[in-house]
């Protein structure tokens, strides 16, 4: 009898060894492509790169007058965006270029600052201007459709400062913010919840604002100019609609402060977050420091070991499994044993 059916049976067993190795392989494999990319899913998905850029509130030279409020004081992880500014301070004056820098505060008004944060990466403010200024009280913006180029005309109809995105958010009020000078604060309309993405700038404290000191809700702050007060300051005293000379003279058709020349917001850009104490800037402490160490060497053994099996698992399928050889037999032609 012939040893064929033997033989397919152990090349049967063969394949199924060869294929069982191969699918543990996958299977290690798949577990270390899995730890690679464990780090990345760990510390957050699609994180902007804004969030991981600490700054250093000491590099801020050029803040408001400071009141004795804790929106004088910086706080680690607070968002932070810049406003590059093109202006014309007066008659006659060249153009002059700044950026403003400022602090929000999420801990304090949470809604508002997504709000605003989502607006800035949108590019919503890039290219309009502050459409009212008013002298000693605030500068503002946020109107979307404020982006023609020109010079404008005093007593011709201002053609833009009502829009927005038609999406409202709560008024929003915590106890540490307040009207100081410098201060971000939220526009709206005259129902408390009508603020969309207009936003002002305090030129100076303004108090007059706070909810406390109104019958109607008062309005909402929710940041501050941390560098670049002056050229607030500066784009408050552009002559306007309602001072067209730039000499405080008033004029008797005021159309709600609308600067001659337009004061344009270039872009708004998110370029970090509040770092006072350099923990993104590689200044950690000692036990931060140790505890990311610790992590590290984790990852470092995880990793070895899984590379070690691979090898190890490698090396083993390579090697040359024999299929068993089996002695020939001849059969004769006159044989008819087989033979019915």
């Known amino acids: 009898m012939s040893n064929a059916p033997r033989q397919m049976i152990d090349e049967q067993a063969h394949n199924r060894s060869v294929m069982g190795n191969a699918s543990k392989q996958r299977t290690l494999l798949s577990f270390l492509l899995v730890f690679l990319l464990l780090p990345t899913s760990v510390t957050g998905e699609d994180e902007p790169a804004w969030k991981s850029n600490g700054i250093d509130p000491a590099t801020w030279s050029d803040g408001p007058v400071v009141e004795d409020t804790p929106m004088q004081y910086s706080y680690f992880g ?89 999406e409202t958010i709560p008024l929003e009020h915590n106890e540490n913010l307040s009207h100081v000078d410098g201060a971000l604060g939220m526009a709206r309309g005259t129902e408390e919840d009508s603020a969309d993405s207009q936003w002002y700038i305090a030129e100076t404290e303004a108090h007059g604002l706070d909810p406390e000191n109104r019958d109607d809700g008062g309005y909402a702050t929710f940041g501050i100019v941390r560098d670049g007060m002056s050229h607030v300051r500066a784009i408050a005293e552009v002559p306007t609609s309602d001072d067209p000379t730039g000499t405080d003279l008033d004029n008797p058709f005021s159309t709600a402060g609308r600067p001659i020349y337009e004061a344009k917001i270039s872009s708004i850009t998110m370029i970090g977050v509040a770092d006072p104490e350099g923990q993104l800037s590689g200044q950690l402490s000692v036990e931060e420091s140790d505890s990311n160490a610790g992590t590290t060497f984790v990852f470092i053994v995880l990793f070895v070991v899984v590379a070690v099996g691979l090898i190890v698992l490698a090396k083993r399928s390579g090697s040359k499994q024999e299929l068993p050889i089996y002695e020939a037999e001849l059969i004769e032609e006159n044989d008819t044993s087989n033979t019915t």
């Open 78 to 166: 607070d968002p932070v965006f810049a406003i590059d500014v093109t202006y014309t301070p007066g008659h006659f004056q060249s153009q002059v270029t700044g950026t403003i820098i400022i602090e929000l505060f999420p801990q304090w008004a949470p809604i508002t600052v997504d709000n605003m944060i989502e607006h800035i990466e949108e590019g919503l403010y890039d290219g309009i201007f502050f459409h009212r200024v008013i002298n000693d009280f605030v500068t503002q913006s946020g109107d979307p459709e404020c982006k023609t180029n020109g010079v404008y005309v005093p007593g011709l109809p201002v053609q833009c400062g009502s829009g927005g995105t038609g």
